[in-house]
């Protein structure tokens, strides 16, 4: 089950480390609450330390003679070898995106994104930006260059994490806590008003310090927040599917037996977490669906023989209410844009486009037509 909690995590919820929002101020004063103080970081900001400038050459998508992008589509097929529900592979290192049209004409861009990236993010970016250009509008799961300038948004959704009771000691046991504190200590993320905040910001804190020691991937570098830096500079509106609060709450409201079994997880995959997240990023570089979705959408929780049925059930709702019940949303939301005849490149996680309860799958099922696109 590591493999897949890492890799579906990465390919489903851009608020993967919500700490990275900002963190706390050692010099916290006195009267400062733990919420307040998290909106001040000494680490660099993805605000005002751009990434740095690519040196991958990129490649612009073809023009017509009308100066539009051209479109080169592949209506989706049955009896495909790819998982049910997908479409068939067509386009080598094109990562996931389709052209989603309805009865009338109407048409969307969807696109499957990671939340971590480094240079080659940037270059499908530049391949992609032709298309997000003659777009009316950029949908995401959620805005994070406006969220992180909005200081009272960041510190209400902080506070959903503070402990009203107690602090991380009577939470957590002495054995796994000492992993984790050695682990944020190694990272340099660690600060003492993070005693006072839950195991689930907990386990993001150990996902932000996995991430930082063992990958030469980042979140700055993710296509959601690429394109999203991009629709800014080309002045396209971007619209939010969710909202980082709705994500701050979903990950907020598990039980706490769960959390526990995450961070221990985390911790247990330090020798193969480079390995695993270095493949799931080159196979959704790659266009490689059929790899894609194996990797990321496997359904086998139970083949380990080392959870309970409570721990098996946990997992279970854990996963179901972060991809297939959130995928509905998407839906809705798609459904709306489709109708408001305006074309919107719509990008959340690529996670939620794989398998029958996917977004390929309900659309299609739904009656629209669902075509591969190159670019």
Request: glycine residues 6%; charged residues 25%; aromatic residues 10%.
């Amino acid at each position: 089950m590591k493999k897949r909690l890492i890799a579906f995590l990465l390919a489903c919820l851009t608020l993967l480390s919500f700490c990275a929002c900002g963190g706390i101020s050692r010099g916290e004063t006195e009267g400062t609450t733990a919420a307040e103080a998290a909106t001040t970081s000494s680490a660099p900001s993805a605000l005002t330390d751009a990434p740095a400038e690519t040196t991958v050459p990129a490649t612009a998508a073809p023009e017509t003679t009308t100066g539009q992008p051209a479109e080169t589509t592949v209506p989706v097929t049955t009896g495909s070898p790819v998982p049910p529900g997908q479409p068939e592979e067509t386009a080598s290192g094109m990562p996931l995106l389709w052209k989603v049209s309805d009865a009338s004409g109407h048409k969307l861009y969807l696109f499957g994104t990671m939340h971590v990236g480094d240079e080659r993010s940037e270059a499908v970016l530049d391949r992609l930006s032709p298309l997000l250009e003659t777009s009316d509008a950029l949908a995401v799961e959620y805005d994070e260059i406006a969220y992180e300038k909005n200081v009272s948004e960041v510190q209400k959704d902080l506070s959903q994490y503070l402990l009203t009771d107690g602090s991380i000691f009577d939470y957590m046991p002495d054995l796994l806590r000492g992993r984790a504190f050695d682990l944020l200590t190694q990272a340099d993320i660690f600060q003492v008003p993070y005693l006072k905040f839950n195991l689930a910001w907990w386990r993001q804190l150990v996902d932000s310090a996995m991430l930082k020691l063992f990958s030469d991937l980042d979140n700055d570098r993710s296509m959601d927040r690429l394109l999203t830096q991009r629709a800014y500079e080309k002045n396209i509106p971007v619209l939010e599917v969710e909202s980082a609060g709705f994500q701050a709450t979903l990950l907020n409201s598990f039980d706490n037996e769960l959390y526990l079994l995450l961070i221990e997880e985390s911790l247990d995959s330090k020798q193969t977490y480079k390995a695993e997240l270095d493949r799931e990023y080159e196979l959704w570089l790659s266009g490689d669906r059929k790899a894609f979705w194996e990797f990321v959408a496997s359904e086998e929780v139970r083949d380990e023989g080392k959870y309970t049925e409570r721990q098996i059930a946990m997992i279970e709702d854990y996963l179901r209410r972060l991809r297939e019940d959130r995928n509905l949303t998407m839906l809705d939301r798609i459904v709306e844009y489709l109708a408001g005849n305006k074309t919107v490149f719509f990008a959340v996680g690529a996670g939620h486009m794989a398998n029958e309860k996917g977004l390929v799958k309900l659309l299609t099922d739904a009656g629209y037509t669902v075509e591969t696109a190159a670019y």
